[in-house]
Nanobody, 125 residues
Framework: QVHLAESGGGSVQAGGSLRLSCDAS????????MGWFRQAPGMERQGVAS???????NYADSVKGRVTISKDNAKNTLYLQMINLKPEDTAMYYC???????????????????WGQGTQVTVSL
């Protein structure tokens, strides 16, 4: 069974930075597509960034230029570096994984099969 564990969330002021981590030690980021999603209260879960087996990345328009997704295959860890954070970035952030083919990537939450418990990010003015 795949277990994903997020960390690195917190409270920051607008303009600040955070780096989220996802321990995917029971998954295989060599063969899985990975993604970061977020969900604010009363809102649908939204794709933030995803990365394929070959390193292909995909970003939501709302975060392009402010967010970088990356993975460390040796550590089986997924990262999300966020800069210039805005209050509208406030949400619970989730790591997700799904077995995929080379070249695949998606920001569709329905495509992913495994999810972590989430880490809260709060951005204040």
């Amino acid at each position: 069974q795949v277990h994903l564990a997020e960390s690195g969330g917190g409270s920051v002021q607008a303009g600040g930075s955070l780096r989220l981590s996802c321990d995917a030690s029971t998954a295989s980021i060599y063969t899985d597509c990975m993604g970061w999603f977020r969900q604010a209260p009363g809102m649908e879960r939204q794709g933030v960034a995803s990365i394929g087996r070959d390193g292909t990345t995909n970003y939501a328009d709302s975060v392009k230029g402010r967010v970088t997704i990356s993975k460390d295959n040796a550590k089986n860890t997924l990262y999300l570096q966020m800069i210039n954070l805005k209050p509208e970035d406030t949400a619970m952030y989730y790591c997700a994984a799904v077995w995929c083919l080379y070249g695949d990537t998606s920001l569709d939450a329905n495509w992913f099969g495994y999810w972590g418990q989430g880490t809260q990010v709060t951005v204040s003015l």
